[in-house]
């Protein structure tokens, strides 16, 4: 079935965050006088939950997770969010998209706020017919209730018609569990793209040119 509904992941696929996000993750171990230096272990905090990355990482409590992502977004909504970059080539690809005709959102575990800003610092907002993230408010947080959300707003019917675009094990299983196809981009955060394919990535691309270019062939 060809596809009419392109869903993107954010961090890693459409937006390289790493400088942002790894700083922030320092200066919210900073409160606890603790250091990282391998970068490796601070890029693992891109794309899942935080809170469940201070878990996996540092053993923390629900409940110092939780404050430790709140030190996060201390620094991360006014310095971090905007020390990033769009991907090359994203731009072209999504206005290319959008003049095929296809309908394009963002799902992403990043606050929804902090999507729509950075997509509007980049100005390729006007792109996607919707901006969807974690909404903490409404216990939205997980990639999979981020994208029952999102399809749900979108009102897909059919979960075949819809894919995901995202760089990691993460966006490939939540897709997954969600009923529908992911592809996969490695210049993004998965080391591992095995584990990608393993969670159901069904094609994985160099860019966002291929990515555009295999979806318009259908």
Do not use: W
């Not at 209730?145 to 009102?155: I, K, P, Q, S, T």
């Amino acid at each position: 079935m060809r596809k009419k509904t392109i869903l993107f992941d954010l961090d890693g696929t459409l937006v390289n965050s790493e400088e942002g996000i790894t700083k922030s993750v320092r200066y919210s171990l900073g409160k606890y006088q603790m250091e990282e230096n391998d970068q490796n272990v601070l890029r693992r905090f891109i794309g899942p939950p935080l809170e469940e990355s201070f878990q996996r990482e540092y053993g923390f409590s629900l409940e110092k997770a939780r404050e430790a992502t709140l030190y996060f977004r201390e620094r991360y909504q006014d310095v971090g969010l905007y020390e990033s970059e769009l991907y090359p080539g994203v731009a072209d690809a999504l206005a290319d998209l959008k003049e095929a005709g296809f309908r394009l959102g963002v799902a992403s575990s990043k606050q929804e706020k902090f999507c729509e800003r950075i997509l509007g610092h980049f100005g390729v907002s006007q792109y996607f017919d919707l901006i969807g993230g974690a909404r903490r408010e409404e216990n939205i947080s997980t990639k999979i209730e981020v994208l029952e959300d999102v399809l749900a707003r979108f009102g897909v019917a059919d979960r075949g018609e819809a894919v995901l675009v995202g760089d990691t094990r993460y966006d490939a299983q939540g897709a997954k569990e969600a009923g529908i196809a992911c592809i996969g981009v490695t210049y993004g955060f998965e080391q591992d793209f095995a584990q990608m394919e393993r969670a159901g990535a069904v094609g994985m691309f160099g860019s966002m040119a291929e990515v555009a270019r295999y979806l318009k062939e259908g």
